[in-house]
């Protein structure tokens, strides 16, 4: 729940920021073309706001999956908790880098996703 609610402010001041990025010119032109308020942020200013915040959003959900290790603090088995146990267990440090491993490899595939997503956007190159 804490993670929810910490990254739910995090996405949603992103979100803000994109939004309020937007210059007021762009507001105008939609109401000198007769867009009413709702095609305004749907057609014209949303698909703006996505392609600014695809970043932002990339970055912090590679430090959500991150974070995620914080979650063993709070007792709840979790991938990092799970290889320290066995690396207690086992007297080696092999479980550990393992779990790096896993990690670099989730935060990889985040990343990769992220990227391919900024490609699509980036239209006008």
């Known amino acids: 729940i804490a993670l929810s609610v910490n990254y739910a402010c995090y996405f949603a001041e992103i979100y803000r920021g994109g939004i309020q990025s937007i210059p007021k010119g762009q507001y105008e032109a939609a109401k000198v073309l007769g867009y009413t308020k709702m095609q305004t942020f749907f057609r014209i200013v949303l698909p703006q706001v996505v392609k600014r915040i695809v970043p932002a959003m990339g970055n912090e959900v590679i430090t959500l999956v991150k974070d995620t290790a914080l979650v063993s603090v709070l007792g709840i088995a979790e991938l990092f908790r799970t290889a320290q146990t066995t690396s207690s267990r086992l ?11 896993f990690y670099f490899i989730m935060n990889w595939l985040v990343a990769a996703g ?3 997503i900024e490609k699509k956007l980036d239209y006008y190159k």
């Open 114 to 116: 992220f990227i391919v």
């Open 91 to 101: 007297f080696s440090t092999a479980p550990i880098f393992i779990a790096g491993v």
